[in-house]
């Protein structure tokens, strides 16, 4: 009997496989520092029972599975709407709801006890997974549920009685916590227990942030229908402070559903200590996955302060600051620093972050004595050159500049004239330059000067 080889990986196209190959090893060192960064944070991770329904959850559950093997600590908290309102059509029971709550009477908690012990059921199976052969394969996930939510009765609203469904009083950090460190991945239901033995409906929403908060999360993360948040022109917005999502928030009327329904959430959470929270598509195969691991990320992300800022550099930025100006050093574009010269000169330094990253660096040198002061090593990540971090630089340093009561700004370029000269820079010669610049200027580099005054 006659077989057919397995084509190996050598025996495909040898520029497909360089390519695909490349792309690989670019995506892999590009989300290295996102592994390193999330490696023991407590990430809360909540979605609808329409996500659990949905024959794409097997995707979800994969993702979830590659954050725990990463180190990430998962605390998955489940939605069950959808399951409830089939059970209480079975049992023919009105669906009853005030300002978007459910109504829970004591009929209706029996139906959402049995929904979500379905739908827990289904997702301590489906994380139980080991196929071989499969994203799962050799995962030996513990999953770990329980009465970790206490809970207190909603009460009246707008006249009517809430009956059973209630709202968060207490979070069992401390059971929840020790389950992370031995390891499990916590599963919690939207339901909660009071001391008295009363058990109570919950929102989704609601015990997400609340457990986000109390557990002082690293991240905050919603599933959902919208891919994000978008503003009157329906442009996705990648990232929001709290207070342009306040801003949004004051006209619902131009959001989706489903924003209105969690943007507010993350917005309590980051304003009490979450760092972040991010608004994803269910819909996208692998959203998890793109919005922790890449820069751009694929929904919207929420934190209480905005993502971009500069400062002033410290040691702790040295390797940071090396790695932007050290391509531009080998092309020539900069002069060579030494580790030990940034470690001398590092109060010089300014530097642009974006959550958390050094994106972007520049240097003031002053001349005091005559008034002066040079910009140097003005560098920024090439995936954010064309969003005008260069230029804030710049002006950054220009009102260091002025604080400092110099007169102008003298810069030394080989590359980037044009650039200065849009900018209100004029061409000098180099016998403008300070007494002190001037006996250092290296002919050999030939640098043009430029000068700004200020």
Known sequence: MSTVPIPRPSDATPAATSAAMRGFVQWIRGAAPYVHAFRGKTFVIAFGGEVVADDSFLGVVHDLNLLHALGIRLVVIHGMRPQIEVILAQQSIENRYQNGMRVTDPATMDCALEAAGQVRSRIEALLSLGIPNSPMS???????????????????????????TGETRRVDTQAIQQRLEDGDIVLISPI???????????????????????????????????????????????????????????????????VRHYLPCAVRACDNGVKRAHLLSRHTDGALLIELFTRDGVGTMVSATPLAHMRSATIDDVGGIISIIEPLEEAGVLVRRSRERLEAEIERFIIAEYDSQIIGCAALYAFPNEGVGELAA???DPDFQREGYGEALMREIEFRARKLKLKSLYVLTTRTSGWFLERGFELVSVNDLPQEKRALYNYQRNSLVYRKNL
Not at 149 to 161: Q, R, S, Y
Not at 201 to 224: D, G, P, S, W
């Open 138 to 164: 050799g995962s030996r996930n513990r999953v770990s549920s329980g009465n970790y939510i206490i809970a207190k009765p909603m009460g009246v609203i707008d006249g009517v009685d809430m009956q059973l």
């Open 192 to 258: 909660g227990y009071s001391p008295t033995g009363e058990i109570f409906n919950l929102t989704l929403e609601e015990v997400a942030m609340q457990v986000a908060v109390r557990m002082q999360a690293h991240k905050l993360i919603f599933l959902m229908d919208a891919d994000g948040v978008r503003n009157s022109r329906r442009h996705l917005l990648t990232d929001l402070s709290t207070k342009e999502a306040e801003a949004l928030l004051e006209k619902p009327e131009r959001l989706s559903p489903d």
């Open 378 to 380: 003005l560098a920024v």
